[in-house]
Each structure stands twice: as structure tokens, then as C-alpha cells.
């Protein structure tokens, strides 16, 4: 009786491992093909002279490709472009958190706001960034429209180079906040009303409260937006490419991954683009190591 049972438990745990192993075989084999495979061709290629996608009379040529990507200006201007960008991140999680917390008050259609305010995120990059074009057209665009009727003079938005990128950084803002005033909605909950307490005892105004209690309480979850936000920002390319395709006035638009892009499947020198690709992984590794040094100054995990 008892070896039966023993039995009956083995091929039990033997049919769930099996079953778990079928499970994380598609992922695990996903990440092999299209994350593992290209990751390891793309760096023999950042070595290699290559023309056009094949390997035929690729040759070795050591650290030129990388070379050949630093001593281009137009990789240097990407790289301000894109940090330029990632403003957006930092003002997503400002509104995020102010956003939240007035949503954590006691007002009505509570639920009604957060889904208006995260339904931009979910929404097809495509779609919003064409949406966002006729909203900044020179000539039919309703912020122009709305600058005429208050007596102003029309905007070139998308085909001034002072304006391309705050219109991108306008977009950025409108798309993501609501992810973060989701997140921030649900850290605000855990935070302990009895430190809200002992602060009004002691006196302590709203808005003392709020610095001293809210903010390192919610610290972690502002340092999770902060490590995607960034890495998200450096990896911007849709949103640009869509509204400029030849990466806007005065190479504007052309960020990092959009310099890889152009160099990949324009010019076809899979060579410098692998290179580039390489350097954008280094450059977000030293981002993100700083950023995790730094947040043992500020991050506060026992509330």
C-alpha cells in the first residue's frame, strides 16, 4: 500500500515536471531563436566587413566597424537626441505620482480617471504617433488652429528643429504617464496610515507628509519606473521614424536605434550597425549599474 502510494506521488511530480518543462520550452526556445542566435551573429559582425544580409566575402576587420561609428558625428548627435527624449520619462513619473496621489482622495469616478489616463498606454504606437501628426500639421493641426484663434503666429512644429523634439517629448508624456499612475496607485494603497497618523499628531502639514512619508515610501516603484523608463527612452525609434522617415529637420529625429536602423537596412552596412547596436547595449549596462549604485542612497525598502 505504501510503495503504491510512493508510485502514484512520483509519476504525479514526473507528469507535473513534464508538463512544466513543455511549458517554458516555447520561451526558453523563442529567446534561443530571436534573442540568443542574433545576439551572437551580431557580435561576429561588428568585426566583420559585411555588405547586404550574407556572410559571401565578409571579412575581418577588427575594431573598425567601431571605429567607424564614433568618428561619425551623426552617431554623437543621436545619442544627444535620444537623452534629449527621455525627458519624457522623468516628467511621466513628476505626473505619474502627483496624478496618483490625488486619485488616492476621496473623489468620484476614481476608476473612470485611471482607465482614461492608461488607455494612451495601451493604444498602437502606429496609430497615436499618426494621431499626434495632424494634431502638430503646419496647416490643419488643432494646436495651430488654436494658436490662430488666440492671435498667434502658426508653428512648423514637425519641420522645425527646435520644436521636433518637444512635440516627441509631448507624445512620450501623453502615452506613458498613465503606467506610472497605475504602479504609484498601487504603492499608495500599502503605504501605512498610521505613519500618516503620528505625522498629524506631530503636527506635520499635508505636504510635509507627503516628502517625508509618501515619497520614500513609494521609492521603490519610482526607481522601477525610473530603470524601464530609461532603457525604454534609449531605445526609441517608432515614434520618430513614423513622423519623419528621413529622421527630421536637421536629423532631429534620428536617435540611436534609428542611426542603427538607417545603417542596417538603408545603407546596408550590417558591419557598423552590429557595432552600434553593441554600444547602445554598453552604453544602457553603465546606465542602468549607475543607477542601481545610486538608489542605495535614496531607495527605501522597509516600508
Known amino acids: 500500500m505504501y510503495l503504491d502510494t510512493v508510485q502514484r506521488k512520483k509519476k504525479k511530480v514526473d507528469k507535473e515536471n513534464l508538463t512544466g518543462f513543455a511549458l517554458a520550452f516555447i520561451p526558453v526556445m523563442g529567446f534561443i531563436l530571436f534573442g540568443l542566435i542574433p545576439m551572437i551573429l551580431a557580435v561576429g559582425m561588428s568585426f566583420m566587413n559585411i555588405r547586404g ?5 565578409a571579412s575581418f576587420v577588427g575594431f573598425d566597424n567601431f571605429k567607424n561609428v564614433v568618428n561619425d558625428d551623426l552617431f554623437w548627435k543621436s545619442i544627444v537626441n535620444t537623452l534629449y527624449m527621455s525627458v519624457s520619462t522623468f516628467i511621466n513619473i513628476v505626473l505619474a505620482l502627483l496624478i496618483a496621489y490625488l486619485l488616492t482622495k ?3 469616478a476614481k476608476k473612470v480617471f485611471r482607465t482614461i489616463y492608461f488607455v494612451p498606454y495601451v493604444c498602437s504606437v502606429v496609430a497615436v504617433s ?5 494634431i502638430f500639421n503646419n496647416r490643419f493641426g488643432v494646436m495651430n488652429t488654436i494658436i490662430k484663434k488666440l492671435g498667434g503666429d502658426p508653428i512648423n512644429w514637425l519641420n522645425d528643429p527646435d520644436w521636433f523634439i518637444p512635440v516627441l517629448i509631448i507624445m512620450g508624456v501623453w502615452s506613458g504617464t498613465g503606467y506610472g499612475i497605475i504602479l504609484y496607485g498601487a504603492a499608495l494603497t500599502n503605504v501605512s496610515n498610521s505613519l500618516y497618523e503620528a505625522a498629524k499628531v506631530d503636527g506635520a502639514s499635508t505636504f510635509k507628509s507627503f516628502i517625508h512619508i509618501t515619497v520614500p515610501a513609494i521609492s521603490p516603484t519610482t526607481f522601477f519606473l525610473l530603470i524601464t523608463g530609461v532603457i525604454g527612452a ?13 529622421g527630421g529637420p536637421d536629423n532631429k529625429g534620428v536617435t540611436v536605434v534609428f542611426y542603427l536602423y538607417r545603417r542596417a537596412f538603408q545603407y546596408f552596412e550590417m558591419g557598423p550597425a552590429s557595432a552600434t547596436a553593441w554600444l547602445l547595449a554598453l552604453f544602457i549596462l553603465v546606465l542602468t549599474v549607475i543607477n542601481f549604485a545610486v538608489s542605495k542612497l535614496w531607495v527605501n525598502y522597509d516600508n
Do not use: D, H, V, Y
Open 53 to 57: 544580409f550574407s556572410f559571401e566575402g
Open 130 to 134: 499618426l494621431m499626434w501628426m495632424w
Open 106 to 108: 476621496n473623489i468620484k
Open 234 to 246: 534609449l531605445q526609441e525609434f517608432a515614434r520618430p521614424q513614423i513622423l519623419s522617415a528621413t
